[in-house]
């Protein structure tokens, strides 16, 4: 329970439906340096049975997290999303990959939804130049998956 009473001071708080500890354990298996912190089952028939899941503390790379079986009143939107700097194309074809399969699917510009409808950006860790220089720019309204060659083409060009 120390995990759950010391968090960081600003951390994110996602609600799922039923299905918290499932996307925790996904979240942790994409990003290396990532754990499972702490699981408070229900106590009482809440949002969660007595005795499930009802929130799940877990760090992806640094970063805590916690995940909260809150039922079926709230869904995730593009207004939330997070961001992946990458320093390498494996990087972000690791990502994009693992983070799109089994459901999840490509939008544009480097947005991706997961499985969960959870909004992430996979970028590469220079996307301000990138996005500064109105040639890469338009190269990159072109992309779903980001690809650092064509940026860097692009800027040169």
């Known amino acids: 329970m120390a995990d759950l009473q ?22 942790v298996s994409v990003f290396g340096n990532s754990r499972i912190l702490n699981i408070v089952r229900s106590p009482i028939e809440i949002t969660a049975p007595a005795g499930k899941v009802l929130v799940v503390s877990f760090d992806l790379d640094g970063q805590t997290f916690t995940a909260l079986n809150g039922g079926p009143a709230f869904h995730f939107t593009e207004a939330i999303s997070f ?14 990959s693992a983070l799109t399969a089994d ?31 109105p040639k890469s720019m338009q190269a ?4 779903k998956k980001l690809d650092i060659a064509a940026l860097e083409s692009a800027a040169q060009s």
């Open 103 to 133: 459901g999840g699917s490509e939008v544009q510009c480097g947005w991706l939804k997961d499985r969960f409808g959870l909004s992430w950006q996979v970028v590469p860790a220079r996307i301000g130049e990138y996005a500064a220089n």
């Open 83 to 96: 961001v992946v700097r990458c320093e390498t194309q494996q990087e972000i074809d690791h990502f994009w």
């Open 6 to 27: 010391s968090p960081p001071r600003i951390s994110p708080f996602l609600w799922f439906d039923s299905n918290a500890e499932e996307a925790a354990n996904f979240y």
């Open 140 to 143: 990159m309204m072109t992309m």
